[in-house]
């Protein structure tokens, strides 16, 4: 094949809209991806790369790190661009904006590095009924911002009076302590159970996308009021938005919101949290400060808070309203309407099982085996029974609940409709004669009586969210 043109960067800076073409340069190649702008999953933001360089774009948006994109993109390709140019790019390339990211538990399970997202092994997960930080999950969307501490303020904007501007010294000072032991769930655990049915977009979280914290801070309802809100403003707000100080490359902040009614409630238990587990939360948490919402999805827990507005309307990010939400397993990419749905607040009952891992091999003379797990529901639903089966849900027997560290005594029962930490669980059962393969299965029942399906595909959704099938892992009994 004759070899391709080459271009100048001023001959691709001449294509940067729509009108005009779109280019872009990779590695020193040049594509023509006008035809491509209408299809791309991420929408318009491609445009921000018209005219110039893919990398410091993808540099910070990691899904690009794939096979299939680069596919995409080499069907574009209509030249090179000149040495001297592309000498001149490599000079000019961004520092990695993830150079700054805290260090990691080395014994996470890494689902991508830029941005961190990383969870504990399952084993590790159950032996704590607190979760240390360093085995808490992480999700992050984007870089993790440095924050300092002296010069951070939190905006409260959108009350009468004009806002309150907040330093991390008047939450700590200026508003009662209040402690709070919650469950933290991202909408997408257990999504690499929805993926063995069809293939999903997101990140493959295994079981352990789920931590319990004990988080203090000051209250959301208290701040509130002292910004101002009262029953006048009752009349027309219904919701509180969240902004993190984590911004993407068009310096869109991390957002979501909650409903007000959430926010104000005495028993809402809504935290501006400045500690986890008695400790300044760190950095991959939220440090300084993280909204913690008990029985509300991971995504509106927003962490390194920076404003909080109370409006009318929920918030127009695209965490709450082109993401998080929860679709027919009828419903496909090119159909999928997000206006359709609410965004995901309080999560489904949920159970899993951490020991045995799946593919186990146990030893019959072993005579008994223990099985643990985790089980919790949204809303301060408390999880009243757990069931596990070892017969793949032939027959069942009832699992044993603790609040609290294993030897210690457990934590106070919450008043009703505030359960929010979850229960860890464990049974041990006679092995059954004979069996030479077992199919251990565990389902959690809540407060009213929610229970979990027993199977992915009527629950399977596109975005692989809210997956709260029965659990279920295979071992092997060795003789
Ligand atoms: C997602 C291709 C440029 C932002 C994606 C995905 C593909 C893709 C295939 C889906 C990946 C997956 O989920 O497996 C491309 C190609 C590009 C390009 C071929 C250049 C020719 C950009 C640029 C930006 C960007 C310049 C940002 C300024 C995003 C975002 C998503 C995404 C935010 C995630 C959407 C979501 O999951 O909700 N892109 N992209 N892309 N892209 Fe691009
Ligand atoms: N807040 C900000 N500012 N940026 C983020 O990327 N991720 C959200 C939420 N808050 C996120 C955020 C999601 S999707 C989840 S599940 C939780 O934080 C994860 O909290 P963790 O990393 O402390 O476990
Ligand atoms: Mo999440």
Known sequence: SSPLPIFSQDEVTKHSSLEHGVWVTYKGSVYDITEFVAMHPGGNKILLAAGGALEPFWALYAVHNQEHVLEILSQYKVGELTEDDLKKQRAAEPTDPFSSDPERHPVLRINTRKPFNGEPP????????????????????????????????????????????????????????????ATLQCAGNRRSDMNKVKAVKGLNWGITAI??????????????LAAGF?????????HVHFEGLDKDVTGTPYGSS?????????????????????EEIPRDHGFPVRVVVPGVVGARNVKWLGRVVVSAEESGSHWQQHDYKGFSPGTDWDHVDFKSAPAIQELP???????????????????????????????????????VSLDGGETWQVAQLRSGEKGQAPEAPPPPG??????????????????????????????????QPDT????????????????RVTVRVRD
């Open 122 to 181: 399952p084993e590790i997960l159950s032996d704590s009924y607190i979760t240390p930080a360093a085995f808490f999950f992480k999700r992050n969307h984007l870089p993790v911002p440095q924050v300092d501490p002296a010069s951070y303020r939190l905006q409260v904007e959108g009350l009468p009076g004009g806002g309150l501007t907040l330093s991390l010294e008047d939450l700590k000072t200026k508003f009662p302590k209040h402690t709070v032991t």
């Open 211 to 224: 931590g319990n914290a004990r988080w203090s801070g000051a209250r959301l309802r208290d701040v509130l």
């Open 230 to 238: 009262g029953p006048d403003v009752a009349r027309w707000a219904r």
């Open 258 to 278: 909650i409903p007000l009614s959430k926010a104000v409630s005495e028993e809402g238990d809504v935290l501006l949290a400045y500690e986890m587990n008695g």
């Open 349 to 387: 009952i949920q159970s899993a099982i951490t020991v045995p891992a799946d593919g186990a091999v146990i030893d019959r003379s072993d005579e008994t085996l223990t099985v643990t797990g985790y089980a919790w529901s949204g809303g301060g639903r408390e999880v009243v029974r757990v069931d």
């Open 418 to 451: 505030r359960a929010w930490a979850w229960k860890l669980w464990e049974i041990t059962a006679p092995l059954p004669p004979e069996a030479q393969e077992l199919e251990i299965v565990c389902k959690a029942v809540d407060s009213s009586y929610n229970v």
């Open 456 to 471: 992915v595909p009527p629950i399977w959704n596109l975005r692989g969210l809210l997956s709260n099938a029965w659990h």
